[in-house]
């Protein structure tokens, strides 16, 4: 390998060795120097890529090590350097030589994007989220034969095509009426045509073209779905996870991006898994889509109350079937399709989902969980209990199964193994339930014990890790968008200089902080309360008839996710032994995630909401609760 970096048996046989030797660190530098050795120079958009990351192993079959034993940098690095001339001479004649940026031959391609994929799989498995994004996006541009600047000059292409500016005219059924930020709907039909449109010959990927035909083809192509897959999976995490989101560099900028890259995956390859992440997408858009006319799903399935053909809760469903199609067994698109099932109404088609994904995996955490608050949303608790348990024994750190079984057991007053914690010196929650249901107190032995114990510490760690929510989105831009529109709610857009740039050092104080996130959108509730007031005092006071235009609300920051609550919901915490500022923290939580979705709901209209008249002669006041149901713990 080193006299001949190219010499791909040596590298192949080199990289398996050291992943069965737990070696996967040193995996990923022996890649790294091939890279190195043979890229040519001409790429200089992506000589960034390859910018130190950490040594990473693959998930499934290697183990990480700490140490790196071999260090290719320096004296090392030269000594790459001369086989490259040789290379050129003996390859730089044929057809499609460098095609994918490396000096190699153009039948080869297949075999340096599956070492840059490789690389990908390994650096994912160790954390190195932003390395292992840029790995898998180099690998599609391999495939592509470097026709694209970047996976988004990719994503812009692949909306084109799909959509009315640069679609052939003859294809009038991909037409589209949507604004280009709006997501691009497909089917699943329409989504398998992509490659085919976007790539000339019949969806031939130009950096493949010389790949010899067969078993090399094949599994090219399906190296390139999987990197498309892995890539738009990676986006899709960090959409949900602000964390995640600032630990990648090149983020796409929307929902309809992600869309584009799992749609060229799946016309690469049709995948079960591939379809499952897209219904997972396309079920948390929630506007009905301008092109529900265009966009027919099967005419054979039936239509499902409350469910708007085209929408994307529609297209979803038709997704996981399509997936199912394919994989009659795939545990987890029955479990999603149960979870959607469910969001729809559809509580015993989705206990029926949740059966088959047991089924098809007995220890499958997820769809046990699911299973369980299923049933006991039916009023079967003895059978959520089971199910929950079954949960923990697969996976003890669930935090959704083990909160649940804890409150399960307490709503049949099963308190055996029930346990608690040392609250205020053990003033508080003083009499702990051992496992064999006999009574113990906390200040005889000092620590915490059972389910109460492990609810009380998940509870910590999401509030924790709740904190960070929303950290790095006031930044450039941002920040001063957030405060014109504050300014503009509050006053018209009439504050001084002085006030504009106190406020403008006041919120930049907050970027890169602890709860960043939290503090946008409750300035955010405020400054609505501030523009109703202004409606109010100009309608109402000085008997101004204005448009709502001048009444703006402020908008969600694009990058700021709605946050995820804690397990524990407000309701049931009076049944947790959870210190005041725990349960004021876990409120605030969901208050925060009501906020937020109801914020970027579709029919949230632009202006605040009109103010309504003053009292006449008094203002009534009501109470209405969201929790529908019989309460889960009323008996007690």
């Not at 791909?8 to 790294?32: M, S």
């Amino acid at each position: 390998m080193k006299l001949r970096p190219s010499y791909f048996e040596a590298v192949e046989h080199l990289i398996g060795l050291l992943c069965g030797d737990h070696r996967g660190n040193e995996a990923v530098n022996i890649i790294e120097f091939v890279e190195r050795s043979l890229r040519l120079p001409r790429l200089d958009d992506f000589q960034d890529y390859f910018s130190e990351t950490s040594s990473n192993a693959d998930r499934e079959s290697c183990a990480s090590s700490e140490t790196a034993a071999l260090d290719y940098e320096a004296d090392g690095d030269r000594m790459f350097r001369s086989p490259q001339v040789r290379e050129n001479e003996d390859y730089s004649t044929q057809p499609g030589f460098g095609s994918s940026g490396f000096s190699v031959a153009a039948s080869e391609n297949g075999r340096i994007l599956a070492l840059v994929h490789a690389k990908g799989n390994m650096l994912y498995a160790l954390g190195d989220i932003d390395g292992a994004s840029k790995a898998f996006e180099d690998a599609v541009l391999i495939s592509t034969g470097r026709s694209f600047h970047g996976v988004q000059d990719l994503i812009r292409r692949i909306i084109d095509v799909l959509s009315l500016d640069g679609i052939n005219p003859l294809r009038s059924d991909f037409r589209s009426q949507t604004p280009r930020s709006t997501p691009l709907l497909l089917p699943p039909d329409k989504a398998l045509q992509t490659a085919s449109l976007v790539f000339a010959k019949n969806g031939d990927l130009p950096g493949l073209h010389h790949v010899p035909d067969g078993i090399a083809k094949r599994a090219a192509i399906s190296t390139t779905s999987n990197s498309l897959l892995s890539l738009a999976k990676i986006f899709q995490d960090a959409m949900s996870n602000s964390s995640s989101r600032q630990r990648i560099s090149r983020m796409p900028t929307g929902v309809g991006d992600i869309l584009a890259l799992y749609y060229l995956s799946l016309s690469l390859q049709p995948s079960p898994s591939t379809a499952n992440n897209v219904g997972i997408l396309l079920a948390g858009i929630q506007q009905a889509p301008i092109h529900r006319n265009l966009i027919q799903i099967d005419s054979s399935a039936h239509p499902i109350p409350g469910v708007v053909p085209g929408s994307g809760v529609a297209l979803a469903l038709a997704y996981y079937n399509y997936g199912l199609n394919l994989d009659s067994r795939h545990a987890h698109i029955y479990t999603n399709l149960g979870s959607l099932l469910k969001d729809i109404g559809q509580l015993a088609a989705a206990i029926t989902m949740y059966e088959k994904a047991v089924s098809c995996d007995s220890s499958f955490d997820i769809a046990l969980a699911n299973l369980a608050n299923a049933v006991k949303d039916q009023g079967r608790t003895s059978d959520a209990i089971e199910y929950y348990r079954r949960a923990v024994a697969s996976s003890p750190d669930f935090a959704e199964a083990v909160c649940g079984l804890a409150n399960a057991l307490n709503s049949v007053c099963d308190w055996a193994g029930r346990g608690g914690v040392i609250l205020d010196g053990g003033k508080q929650d003083r009499w702990h339930v051992d496992e064999t249901g006999m009574i113990t107190d906390a200040r005889s032995n000092g620590t915490g014990s059972g389910w109460m114990k492990r609810v009380v510490d998940i509870v910590a760690k999401q509030l924790k890790d709740g904190s960070t929510w929303g950290r790095g989105t006031l930044r450039d831009q941002v920040l001063h968008k957030f405060v014109h529109q504050l300014e503009v709610a509050d006053s018209g857009g009439l504050w001084t200089p002085e006030k504009r740039t106190n406020m403008q050092v006041a919120v930049a104080t907050w970027a890169g902080q602890r709860w960043e996130g939290a503090r946008i959108v409750r300035l955010i509730e405020r400054a609505v309360k501030r523009a109703m007031h202004r409606w109010y005092h100009d309608k109402h006071v000085k008997r101004l008839d204005l448009p709502s235009s001048l009444y703006p609300r402020p908008m969600l920051p694009n990058s700021l996710t709605v946050p995820s609550a804690p397990t524990v919901l407000p309701f049931h915490t009076f049944t947790c032994p959870l210190s005041a500022k725990d349960i004021r923290m876990i409120s605030q939580r969901n208050a925060l995630r009501i906020s937020c979705s109801t914020l970027r709901a579709p029919w949230m209209p632009g202006p605040v909401f009109s103010p309504p008249s003053p009292p006449s002669p008094h203002l009534n006041i009501g109470y209405v609760s969201s929790d529908f149901n019989n309460h889960p713990l009323a008996h007690l």
